[in-house]
């Protein structure tokens, strides 16, 4: 699908001879720092080459229809800016209607409706953070439209706040911030607690990061998600009796280790134990990048993902028999599940003159023991959302 095509689409959907202006915001994979941002942690996302089109016109009325190209099924859902206020019926249209209603009660002024069409090559359900690249070309759409001159970093954590407020997801800032501020053949290292952020070189010569879908759907919404925060929010209400920190990522893994009897459930423990390991972890993997060391790299991912199975416990069968088929397979430096877990996707680094015998190994290994395929693509590190050239 290319640009003429979504715009050939919006002239059919809207009845419209004109062109609309277009835009796209990418998906995003976390290298490695995984349930580390709402724990004041660091993490290490990359924007990628695949992700969601925008194609929009201002109306002359206040009414806002969106078309979504991957479900169209749904048709055309109308709501007008008086009333923007979340509706279960109106579906994945409630991602741009929550970045037009935080906008506006941001104080930005939006002064007519658009027609909006949505296409996305992200797979639904994996894990790639769709969501979050759907309000990020919403965002870069109402800016650019309404010319509102928005502070980026502002309009990341209004993604956010459609997450946690308008959607009700207990979701940290990562995705938005990747989708938002991603940058092509560059990884960036976040403080989730700050918003401190550096971009570190990330081209592997040799290697490909290589995305592997499990095809386990997951509804962050209704999985345990909610429920890890929560027991890490008890862990470290427990460690603030006896220690100043606001958040688990301000702790080293000695203090931890120091300090952590004091946390009552042992179930919080784990958590707690993850959060603080993986912060470290992330911290290592910039240092290892910077010096060029991919072997090392690789293994901090392979126990990031046994951190997050043991721990943490948000793997399952699907993403362990995938990681661990990586695992064995020659030249494979390092592999993890990337995401919240509970099915979605791995990451793995792989020789890029092995993919195919890499592929094919896996997929078999993961056929036989979980009943149908995997898919496989090798990811290209994009730019973040912006707004594409008319051509």
């Known amino acids: ?37 709402y724990n004041g942690g660091h993490v290490f996302p990359a924007s990628i080459s695949f992700g969601t089109y925008a194609a929009s016109r201002k109306r002359k009325d206040k009414v806002f229809r969106f078309y979504s190209m991957n479900f169209p099924e749904i048709g055309i859902i109308e709501c007008h800016l008086d009333d923007l206020s979340f509706r279960s ?10 970045m037009i ?42 800016d650019s439209l309404f010319q509102l001159n928005m502070d980026r970093i502002r309009m990341i954590e209004i993604g956010q706040m459609v997450e946690n407020h308008y959607i009700g997801v207990n979701s940290g ?19 989730c607690q700050s918003l401190n952020y550096s971009y570190a070189p990330f081209k592997l010569d040799g290697y490909v990061v290589m995305i592997i879908n ?35 990522g301000e702790l080293t893994e000695e203090q931890f280790e120091q300090h952590k009897h004091h946390i009552q459930n042992e179930t919080d423990r784990k958590r707690a134990k993850h959060a603080v390991y993986e912060n470290r972890r992330t911290l ?59 099915g979605g996707c791995a990451i793995a ?7 195919e015998s890499f592929q094919e190994k896996v997929n078999q290994l993961y056929r036989s023991k979980v009943g149908y395929d995997a898919t496989f693509y090798p990811a290209r ?7 594409l050239p008319n051509e």
């Open 1 to 37: 699908m290319d640009i003429q095509q979504i715009t050939a689409a919006f002239q059919e959907v809207f009845s419209t001879e004109e062109t609309p202006r277009a835009f796209f915001a990418p998906g995003r994979i976390n290298l490695i720092g995984e349930h580390t941002d």
């Open 89 to 98: 019926s109106d579906s994945w249209a409630n991602y741009p209607k929550g």
């Open 101 to 142: 209603k935080y906008v506006l009660e941001d104080g930005f002024s939006i002064t007519a409706g658009a027609d909006i069409i949505y296409y996305g090559n992200i797979p639904n359900g994996a894990g790639l953070s769709s969501s979050a690249s759907i309000e990020m070309a919403t965002g870069v759409l109402l």
């Open 173 to 191: 800032i990562m995705d938005q911030f990747a989708i938002g501020m991603g940058k092509q053949d560059h990884a960036i290292l976040l403080d």
């Open 214 to 248: 499990t095809n386990k759907r997951r509804e962050l919404a209704g999985s345990k998600y909610n429920e890890r925060r929560t027991e890490c929010e008890r862990a470290l209400s427990d460690l603030q009796n006896i220690l100043s920190i606001e958040s688990l």
């Open 284 to 342: 290592k993997a910039l240092d290892s990048l910077q010096a060029a060391d991919l072997e090392q790299f690789g293994r901090l991912m392979n126990e990031s993902h046994a951190s997050l199975q043991k721990d943490y416990q948000v793997t399952g069968k699907e993403l362990d028999t995938i990681v661990e088929a990586a695992w064995d397979q020659p030249g494979v430096l390092g592999a993890r599940m990337t995401g919240a877990g509970f």
């Open 349 to 355: 680094l792989v020789p890029d003159h092995d993919i």
């Open 381 to 387: 590190i994009s730019d973040g959302a912006k707004e």
